[in-house]
């Protein structure tokens, strides 16, 4: 008995380093087709996520904090969507925001030297634009 478990355990061993290929192969293969598997195995998570967003006070009626905060209006999110669009949109929205806030903060508190050159500038452009119309 002793040979049959030593052929044994030289069996196992011959395809347990196979194992961790095949599994990273599994993975790869999954992630390129799309993660066909990973949605199979998240789909009932993602599912009760969903419900529990469109109704967020299902079977926890003495939730006070859902109590306090009033209806807040919801948006139903597309499942296949991988970006969140809308937390895109919103960064967007708040980057143009933040910049013209500070264009608006730079132009109120430009100094003396800033707005004399700003002047010259316009008259500068004025007169270039006035001596090539008398030229023609």
């Known amino acids: 008995m002793d040979q049959s478990t030593s052929l044994l355990l030289a069996e196992t061993e011959g395809w347990r380093q196979y194992v961790l290929l095949v ?4 993975v790869i293969l999954d992630i390129l087709l799309g993660s066909p598997l990973a949605n199979l195995a998240l789909g009932p998570m993602r599912r009760a996520a969903m419900e529990k967003q469109d109704n967020p006070n299902a079977g926890n009626n003495n ?6 905060s ?14 969140d669009s809308d937390a895109v949109a919103q960064a967007a929205l708040d980057k143009a925001r933040n910049s013209m806030e500070l264009r608006r903060f730079l132009e ?10 700003e ?4 008259i ?11 030229e023609s």
Do not use: C, H, W
Request: no cysteine; aromatic share 6%.
């Open 23 to 26: 599994v990273s192969l599994g």
């Open 70 to 83: 009033g209806s807040k209006p919801t948006f139903v999110r597309n499942p296949k969507e991988r970006v």
């Open 63 to 68: 939730d006070k904090d859902s109590m306090l």
């Open 108 to 117: 109120e508190n430009k100094t003396d030297e800033q707005r004399y050159e």
């Open 124 to 134: 500068d452009a004025e007169a270039a634009k006035f001596d090539s119309k008398m």
């Open 119 to 122: 002047i010259r500038k316009k």
